[in-house]
């Protein structure tokens, strides 16, 4: 705010003149701005104190000499014999062994090829083809094409329904695989003693020891909102066909359902129906939502917030470790867990700034202080690093981080200027230096040699307008993520519609 030019009176007699000096020419307005000044300079002094402070209790980890982890993989137990879940998989195996390749129709002893239970026009007329060279044999003289259609649809829907049992039972043996009693946890111990675990890894929380005591600290602190994957399509669906009116009718029906089958079997599980948000605002998946964001939802030619954006971005971490931890001990192995650094880690470290490494390194140990008990080593869990950043406040892009390969992945749908990518890099080049300063010393690797290399995804998509840099954004999210398994990036519309569903509904328990 600019101080108001103050002007004074001058008196004239004639004896005297008596000129008095203008505020303005000597930039006193007001003669106020030492006192501010003051004031500025002793809260930024302040300020380094108590970054200093929080800096070297954090630090204290990272000062130690380096020591090496391993992870034990926890997950279910696919070799113990004594398992329920694993008898049930063999028995399945079994019968899957057993199973001829070969097709009897009831009409006929002739061993027909084994074909899919949606067989091509090529096999279908093969078989033809070799019932007509067997109809000379006396045994079927009296064996038709027709019967031979009728029995081979009879047969198709046979296979059609041991289909759908069969993925009926897969998905209650991966609810049982979840609960089962065998399943272990992941563990981290140090190299040189394996004895005791330093860190314990749980689905939404870690537990580490530090000062010989055993602290529980959660990962994830919005269960309550992330979806399954069934529950997310029932709402995409109804979104397509028609909002609100087709919502509340699946709500009645699955009450009247889901009651009846308990009425049944007298289970006392869980009802889960789903209401559109009554109330703005609202916090959900760590962000704020408001009327704002269903605006801009509902509409085009609109600037996504980072409520939506970092919103999203807790979701796929969410469900990453909702899936991780479904995995038996042979998957977890070689499954790229994702962890998300959300816009306002880069956004509070102020790249266009004068450079205050001090913030940014207590920025970042503040961001992985579950992870101090392993000196900070949070890629030895999480291989899929992504951060989030919003240029000058006016464009999103996202890029991916590999520690042990030191290179950057930037998903920009806006490939302009790679000056900003270039701060980006230098600024986590100096974080991760930090984070393995003790390892890279021993190496005899300095800070101005540790380097991060920049690579442009040219294949990304492009945008063709001034403000969707944020879908573009979520888009690149949900590619890099094990949510789904895509080959091909999302299209807007898509998107929109993927993340209004996962923001503005809410699950409900029975009763409320």
């Known amino acids: 705010m600019q101080h108001r030019k103050l002007f004074k009176i001058v008196e004239i007699s004639e ?187 749980e689905m939404f929380h870690t537990k580490y020891i530090d000062e010989d005591k055993m602290i529980q600290k959660a990962t994830i602190r919005y269960e309550e909102d992330l979806f399954n994957e069934n529950e997310l399509e029932q709402i995409n669906k109804l979104e397509q066909i028609n ?20 009425e049944q079997t007298n289970e006392q599980e869980q009802i889960l129906i789903f209401q559109k948000h009554s109330q703005y605002p609202f916090v959900k998946l760590n962000q704020c939502i408001g009327r704002k964001e269903e605006q801009l939802l509902n509409e085009t030619g609109k600037f996504w917030t980072s409520s939506m954006i970092d919103g999203y971005a807790n979701y796929l971490f969410g469900q990453d470790e909702k899936k991780y931890y479904r995995l038996s001990k042979s998957l977890r192995e070689c499954y790229k867990r994702l962890f998300i650094f959300t816009s306002d880690f880069i956004t509070n470290c102020n790249l266009n700034s004068q450079p205050f490494k001090e913030k940014w390194l207590l920025l970042m140990l503040e961001k992985l202080e579950s992870f101090k008990t392993i000196q900070y080593q949070f890629w030895l869990i999480y291989q899929n690093i992504a951060f989030i950043i919003n240029k000058n406040n006016s464009h999103w892009y996202m890029i991916t981080v590999n520690v042990t390969e030191r290179y950057i992945f930037v998903y920009d749908s806006l490939k302009g200027n790679h000056q900003h990518y270039d701060m980006v890099g230098d600024l986590l080049s100096y974080l991760f230096y930090e984070l393995q300063k003790n390892q890279l010393q021993q190496q005899n690797i300095r800070q101005d040699q540790y380097k991060f290399k920049i690579y442009v995804k040219s294949n990304f998509l492009n945008q063709s307008d001034a403000y969707s840099c944020g879908q573009y954004t979520c888009i690149a999210l949900e590619y890099i993520s094990n949510l789904s398994n895509i080959v091909n990036y999302k299209n807007k519309t898509d998107m929109k519609q993927n993340l209004k569903s996962i923001l503005f509904y809410k699950k409900l328990k029975k009763g409320k």
Request: net charge positive; charged share 25%.
């Open 243 to 262: 909002k609100l009116e087709q919502i509340n009718k699946l709500v009645q029906r699955n009450k009247l359902e889901q009651t009846n089958k308990l």
């Open 15 to 201: 004896n005297e003149y008596q000129k008095v000096q203008q505020p303005s020419q000597i930039g006193q307005a007001f003669k106020t701005y030492q006192k501010p000044l003051q004031v500025i300079e002793t809260q930024q002094s302040e300020f380094l104190d108590y970054i200093n402070k929080k800096l070297s209790l954090l630090l204290t980890y990272l000062q130690v000499p380096y020591k090496k982890y391993i992870i034990s993989y926890g997950g279910h137990d696919e070799q113990n014999d004594k398992c329920q879940v694993n008898k049930i998989q063999q028995q399945n195996q079994n019968q899957i062994d057993c199973k001829t390749n070969n097709y009897n129709p009831t009409t006929t002893k002739i061993q027909l090829p084994y074909i899919d239970y949606k067989p091509k026009q090529k096999q279908i007329q093969t078989m033809y083809c070799l019932i007509q060279q067997e109809q000379k044999n006396e045994n079927i003289k009296n064996y038709i094409y027709d019967d031979f259609q009728q029995d081979l649809q009879n047969w198709r829907t046979n296979q059609e329904k041991k289909i759908k049992k069969n993925i009926q039972d897969a998905n209650t043996l991966c609810k049982s695989v979840v609960n089962c009693s065998c399943i272990k946890q992941d563990q981290i111990f140090e190299y040189n003693n394996q004895n005791q675990a330093v860190m314990i890894l």
